[in-house]
């Protein structure tokens, strides 16, 4: 089986444009999870997206979108870029998201840089 | 509420010794800690879980120890290998929500042949 792909793997934009990443779960994940990772702040929940409807969300301002597809596959978007959103953009699925220790499996991120 | 704690920063272990990372939490609704191995270049991955009503949990080389009464859990990699040499995280989460997992800050393991 697959895994959870991340596309493109890196990006460079300058402040004030908008980026959008993209994630497709392994094959049968219905759940989507999204984190950010930055040497200062550590590994981040973003948000959490189980069909197509976003059931939870962490401490990140407005600028800091997402969205699922009927397909599971899931884009997240940043507008008005700052220089503190440069970091590693993480997907993660599982099959449910019920929690429970169901596991989640994580993609290899998307470095965005922003400039 | 939210945080986990996670020490040392970073570890260096000699090939064959055992590395142990620690892990503090103050939320009583967390059920269920895993531990997460990243390489450089790669997302992090699973490496052993466990839940609050077990104490030890053993897979392999590696061992998670839980005390739920101190809110503490640790990671215990026995014969360390140079290949073990990453990041490892900590993490709650809580069974309501939806797999949002709250990471510790992260131990960088370097084994030295």
């Known amino acids: 089986k697959a895994g959870v792909t991340q596309t493109p793997r890196y990006l460079i934009k300058t402040r004030g444009q908008q980026v959008t990443l993209s994630c497709s779960p392994i094959s049968g994940h219905r759940s989507v999870s999204w984190y950010q990772q930055t040497p200062g702040q550590g590994l981040q929940f973003l948000f959490e997206?189980?069909?197509?409807?976003?059931?939870n969300k962490g401490n990140f301002p407005g600028r800091f979108s997402g969205r699922q597809f009927s397909n599971s596959r899931s884009e997240m978007n940043v507008s008005t870029l700052e220089l503190g959103d440069s970091a590693l953009y993480l997907c993660a699925s599982s099959l449910r998201g019920q929690g429970l220790g169901e596991t989640q499996y994580f993609g290899p991120g998307t470095r965005l840089l922003v400039l | 509420q939210q945080q986990v704690k996670q020490s040392p920063q970073s570890l260096i272990v000699q090939k064959g010794g055992i590395s142990i990372i620690n892990c503090a939490y103050e939320n009583t609704a967390f059920d269920y800690f895993p531990w997460y191995q990243q390489f450089p270049g790669k997302g992090p991955a699973l490496l052993i879980a466990?839940?609050?009503?077990?104490s030890e949990k053993k897979e392999g080389r590696f061992t998670i120890s839980f005390n739920k009464s101190a809110k503490q859990f640790s990671l215990h990699i026995m014969d360390s290998q140079p290949g073990d040499s990453a990041t490892y995280f900590c993490a709650a989460s809580n069974s309501g929500g939806y797999n949002k997992l709250i990471f510790g800050a992260g131990t960088r393991l370097a084994v030295h042949p």
């Open positions: 466990i839940r609050p009503d077990v």
């Open positions: 997206y189980f069909s197509e409807t976003q059931r």
